[in-house]
């Protein structure tokens, strides 16, 4: 339901696009730290490692989740934002 029936693409972003993701984790599983004692990290920073845009991440992650057969109770895009 939050990602709109779209995992892959939805943690796929979050993990390949978003430099802050990382962060932003730590912070939402309850990371309370002050920010001052927190090592900073930037993600993993594909867009600017490989040189792709963020529009062809995109379309690369709707291609693959679209080839998932939603009825197979295992393989399906929720198993493959797992893995990712």
């Known amino acids: 339901e939050v990602c709109n029936g779209r995992?892959?693409?939805f943690v796929g972003w979050a993990l390949l696009c978003s430099p802050?993701?990382?962060s932003a984790m730590?912070?939402?599983i309850g990371d309370k730290q002050p920010c001052?004692?927190?090592s900073r990290?930037?993600?993993y920073d594909f867009?600017?490692?490989f040189h792709v845009s963020p529009s062809t991440i995109c379309e690369f992650?709707?291609?693959i989740e679209s080839e998932y057969v939603?009825?197979?109770p295992y393989h399906n895009s929720t198993h493959a934002a797992d893995v990712l």
């Open 20 to 22: 802050h993701a990382q």
């Open 70 to 72: 939603s009825s197979n």
């Open 7 to 9: 995992p892959l693409l």
């Open 41 to 43: 990290r930037d993600g």
């Open 47 to 49: 867009i600017g490692s």
């Open 61 to 63: 992650l709707r291609f």
């Open 26 to 28: 730590d912070d939402h």
């Open 36 to 38: 001052e004692k927190k």
